[in-house]
């Protein structure tokens, strides 16, 4: 068995990755590896990693998927990795797959579950926004991207913390895309991460025409109205106000779900919230999975009444 590779995603989630990772390094009876590809060198290490294998090139900063493909990809032919693991963020879904096509390797997506025996990973992943779990046995090598969800809080175990420079691949000198400019939302002076009390309203909602129901009864919570990705494309709310992957991550002390289905991308964005109460006519709605408490009723007449007993 070899070493267990893992990408190192800026958005901040990679302590919690290399978490994770540690217990299968083990079991593959190989190194965990980092790697991080930067627009500079770095002075910190990674400590968590038994190797750190950085690649620091001007085009890599800000983040340029064709750039960064090539860094993983030549990181995967120097390593010769058994499993190369990436988290399901933004880069992630630019990567992960794109990866494993560059090195003729299989591709597992959506991974909220792995082990490795006698030479295969044995992966569940999340599907369908989470409604179904699929079981798949994948030989190794492999690309495995791992849901957020999947991944906790808690101090990654120290490994060997040594660094390796690896040379950036030719192709960053010729690269047929560029980072043009960053293109920053209004600020709508909303805040959610500071927020103690959400209201969060999904697809469930119905319309933009039923908003002022949650807003009523986030008025009454002292509470703020959010919104999972659908009501925010829809434009029945401010992409402010939007709680996901894509959004805001919080952690308030209540959060309170009105038609929310609970995808994995949005239950990111909120699962270290200190009490999470859930309302929707699905039993089966996966935002149960993560809820403490949780009620199968129509969310109209649960919001009335709430807005009543508090208001």
């Not at 697809?203 to 129901?213: C, E, T």
């Not at 699962?271 to 699905?282: F, K, P």
């Amino acid at each position: 068995m070899g070493d267990v590779l893992v990408y190192m995603d800026e958005s901040g989630g990679s302590e919690r990755l290399l978490a994770w990772a540690r217990p299968l390094a083990e079991a593959a009876g190989g190194e965990l590896v980092a790697l991080r590809a930067s627009g500079g060198a770095t002075t910190d290490g990674q400590p968590a990693a038994d190797v750190l294998l950085e690649v620091s090139h001007s085009s890599l900063s800000p983040y340029l998927p064709e750039a960064h493909q090539a860094v993983l990809a030549a990181a995967i032919e120097d390593r010769r990795p058994d499993l190369v693991l990436l988290e399901n963020t933004t880069a992630g879904y630019d990567l992960a797959a794109a990866a494993a096509a560059a090195a003729g390797l299989p591709f597992v997506g959506y991974c909220v579950d792995l082990t490795l025996e006698d030479g295969h990973a044995q992966s569940t992943s999340a599907i369908y926004g989470g409604q179904l779990l699929a079981t798949s046995r994948t030989s190794l090598p492999a690309v495995v991207a791992v849901n957020s969800s999947a991944l906790h809080e808690e101090s990654p175990t120290a490994g060997r913390g040594e660094r390796v420079q690896l040379a950036a691949p030719a192709q960053l000198e010729n690269l047929r895309t560029k980072f043009v400019e960053a293109v920053v939302p209004p600020d709508e002076g909303v805040d959610l991460t500071k927020a103690e009390r959400i209201v969060c309203v999904g697809r469930g909602i119905g319309g933009a025409d039923n908003i002022p129901i949650a807003e009523e009864l986030a008025s009454a919570l002292g509470a703020e109205l959010a919104g999972s990705r659908p009501v925010i494309d829809s434009g029945w709310l401010p992409k402010s106000r939007q709680v996901g992957k894509s959004g805001a991550h919080v952690k308030p002390k209540l959060y309170l779900t009105l038609g929310v289905s609970g995808a994995p991308e949005h239950v990111e964005g909120m699962q270290g919230s200190e009490l999470i109460v859930a309302i929707n006519t699905d039993p089966g709605a996966a935002i149960f999975h993560v809820a403490h408490y949780g009620v199968v009723a129509d969310l109209f007449d649960v919001a009335d009444e709430l807005t009543s007993l508090v208001g």
